[in-house]
């Protein structure tokens, strides 16, 4: 091999790492509060809707399962309201996982949380579903009993609150 082909093949290869490790850059999340002796507050004054939802978004991870040596974290999540959506309504990324690759039911409106897990939103009266989308996967870890995932109802005039709480890294 020629002297030039050897660098050319060096440029090559510097350029494509390059590439490759700017495709792996992630932005960082904003700094999550977390908490390991007792439950993260809860953000109710925060509350300035009249009618919708409003709730919290804590990430459990560790043991807490005989003691408490985990830590919840108060997180900044995308939250996604689909209309009720029933476990017939997806597709799960592995048997009995909490994880889904396809939700068969209409996004409703989605909603950020602050980074101390804060979000609210106006809806329409009815019935809905969330979810927070975890690495590559929709991630709700809360059922009824008529096989409905994460169902939150809104009555007119009322705001109603909820948990989301992201157990996936979690023991009990």
């Not at 700094?31 to 109710?44: G, K, L, V």
């Not at 974290?73 to 309504?89: A, F, G, P, S």
């Not at 939103?121 to 809905?128: A, D, I």
Request: charged share 20%; with cysteine; aromatic share 18%.
């Amino acid at each position: 091999m020629t002297k030039s082909y050897c660098k050319s093949m060096s440029k090559t290869f510097t350029f494509f790492l390059i590439i490759f490790l700017l495709s792996c850059y992630k932005e960082p999340e904003p700094e999550s509060i977390c908490y390991s002796s007792s439950y993260p507050p809860r953000n109710n004054e925060k509350v300035t809707i009249n009618q919708g939802l409003w709730g919290d978004v804590w990430f459990w991870k560790g043991d807490f399962m005989p003691f408490n040596f985990g830590t919840i974290c108060q997180v900044h999540r995308k939250i996604y309201i689909y209309e009720l959506t029933m476990m017939t309504n997806v597709v799960r990324s592995k048997p009995y996982s909490p994880f889904y690759s396809k939700i068969n039911t209409n996004l409703v409106t989605t909603i950020e949380s602050d980074t101390s897990g804060f979000f609210q939103v106006e809806l329409e009266p009815g019935s809905y579903s969330l979810f927070v989308f975890e690495d590559t996967c929709f991630y709700s870890n809360l059922f009824d009993g008529n096989g409905a995932i994460f169902p939150v109802k809104i009555e007119s005039g009322k705001v109603t609150e909820v948990r989301f709480d992201i157990t996936y890294d979690a023991t009990y």
